[in-house]
């Protein structure tokens, strides 16, 4: 019985696996193909069963002109998801702890009301604030720039960062706190001597949440840039299969997913050490 | 070093959590307050410690009004009764983090965590991380924390509460000692447990629905309840209490149980009395001459650690009897119980002791 219940259960990881694995190995085996490769059938065995090349890589690191030129929006994406991450990771753990350990009163509005303000900010679909967005960028002068994406992706991801980070602190017991004011900790230092340093798997849950989401975002990227400035997203879809060749293609894919699938590696072997969120009880 | 309560209050919210404390606290001393769940021992501890603002009153350190001080400039320490220690640090880091904050220089740390582990028993779990040791384990870190402050008052909030029962004895003994050596601070001590308290001794506050019903010294307040009250909470298994009259010459307790008015007794003006006897002072056997007998039909026998506890009728009056050992008795039959009238408590109508055992019996 057990045996079989271990068959079944590697044969549904395995299954899934997969599925979600064929189409990174189709255009893994794709961007190192060439064109009399790509179109002579389904073959996955390079060397055995076609020649492979990296004329697909090559081009997407030569300067614009002579191919096509990725490697600005990937610098450009890089900073932008990283800087809006980290204010947002920041303002957003700074004000989840205020509204997790003390008390806000404005008229009929308290501290649940406000946290709801944060996250009500990503009920709405993002349409709603398309034109918003653009007409204050265009104010500040700020369109088509790398700061002004910074700030709508700040406005973005702080939500998330408050939501992970006030149900992380609500569950730190506030004895703990008080533990540290008796032994002699002002506020500031408890929270940064004290609650901050047992915050790591809240931290990185609210960190990794907010560069997917900035890292993937094509819709603000798309519609608050036009030239000078281009995300990832947008050049990728920018990449027209009439012109660029498959293998081309399959190449811009991988390296716009590969940093997602390292810090996935990366933050899985924090996430796993359940004991830094299991010793608080 | 003095600590004085007036007129303490705490209201949240329009409940009242705490009112009209009075206490006043000695250098040296170790105080127990004593309630069931929700009597205020929590509320009165926070304030204390200076981490909620009462809503009425005064507390005065040596004269000086507390309120105002912030926590952290305070010398106090306080054990939760969640195991609370700093889960990123290890066991010796914890215990070291107060004294650092406090500017000690490395070697007189060093020499302080030790000796409070020693006292402890954790001088082999320092390496350790909070998450990797028992709740006992951790229960002693917090107060090896806590003892090694050398702080004014030290409050414990019911610390062993969430200990097993075997453990819970075994530390209630090591914190005799601990704080039997303990001079040079104030210890307050909660717990919802007589036991404990009457094993702790000390000086005794008992509290119930956020009122101090009775303070004094522990061993003299168990013996002598001022009222009902304080009686049903100072006892567990609770004080059976049964109501009764006095005539001239005997007295009678519900259910028509006739007894003669014997030694304290003796001095009581005939009317309505309620009368308190403790399940521990009944027996199923005969103990001495003054046993009255009285037949009781066994409705449930629940045993407790060591010690069976016996619920009973006799003619609609319900009885709760203590017995040492784990036995089993028949239910449903009519078995002889029986009653030393010495060890009555009689309160009047108003739930004030009326004439209470004397020592010794």
Known sequence: MAALYRFLKYAAILAWSAFVIAPFLWALTTSFKTSSGVVSGATYIPWLQYKPSLEGWGVLFRRAGKGIDIVDPYLSSLTVTVSASAISLVLGTLAAYGLSRFSFRMGPVKNADITFFFISQRIMPPIVLAIPFFLMLQALGLLDTRLGLILVYVALLLPIAVWVMVDFFNNIPVELDETAMLDGCGPIETFWRVILPNCKPGLVVAGLFCIIFGWNDFFFAFILTFTKTQLLPVAVVALNSSVTPWWSLSASALISVAPLVVLAFIVEKYLSQGNLAGAIK | ?361
């Not at chain 2, 007189?108 to 350790?128: F, Q």
């Not at chain 2, 049903?232 to 005539?247: E, H, K, L, S, Y």
């Open chain 2, 1 to 361: 070093m003095s600590l004085i309560v007036e007129n303490l209050g705490k209201t949240v919210e329009g409940e009242v959590h705490l009112a009209d404390i009075d206490l006043a606290f000695e250098k040296g001393g170790f105080y127990v307050l004593l309630g069931p769940t929700l009597s205020g021992k929590t509320s009165l501890l926070r304030l204390l410690a200076g981490l909620d603002r009462p809503s009425a009153g005064r507390i005065l350190l040596d004269g000086r009004d507390t309120i105002g001080t912030p926590v952290w400039k305070r010398r106090v320490s306080m054990v939760y009764q969640q195991f609370i220690n700093y889960p990123n640090l290890t066991i010796y880091d914890n215990i070291a983090f107060p004294l650092r904050r406090m500017g000690l220089s490395p070697s007189d740390v060093d020499a302080k965590v030790r000796g409070a582990a020693e006292m402890l028993g954790i001088s082999e779990l320092l390496e350790r991380k909070p998450g990797g040791i028992s709740g006992g384990q951790q229960q002693r870190t917090a107060l090896a924390r806590a003892l090694v402050k050398g702080s004014d008052l030290l409050l414990l909030d019911e610390p062993l509460i969430n200990l097993d029962y075997k453990l819970r004895e075994q530390l209630r003994d090591e914190f005799k000692n601990i704080f039997s050596d303990n001079l040079d601070s104030i210890v307050v001590y909660s717990t919802t447990e007589p036991i404990e308290a009457l094993m702790l001794g000390g000086e005794v506050v008992v509290l119930n629905e956020g009122r101090q019903l009775q303070t004094g010294p522990t061993h003299a307040v168990f013996r002598r309840p001022a009222t009902e009250a304080v009686a049903r909470v100072f006892n567990d298994p609770p004080m059976n209490m049964i109501d009764g009259t006095v005539a001239d010459d005997h007295l009678l307790l519900g259910g028509g149980l006739r007894l003669p008015k014997l030694a304290h007794l003796a001095g009581l003006a005939p009317g309505a009395y309620r009368f308190g006897i403790r399940a521990s002072d009944l027996g199923l056997a005969r103990g001495g001459a003054n046993d009255v007998a009285f037949d009781i039909t066994v409705e449930l026998a629940e045993i407790s650690g060591s010690e069976t506890f016996i619920h009973a009728r006799h003619a609609d009056v319900s009885w709760v009897i203590q017995e040492e050992g784990v036995h089993t008795y028949p239910l449903g039959e009519l078995i002889p119980a029986y009653l030393d009238p010495r060890n009555l408590y009689a309160f009047a109508s108003d739930g004030r002791l009326a004439a209470a055992p004397a020592a010794g019996v």
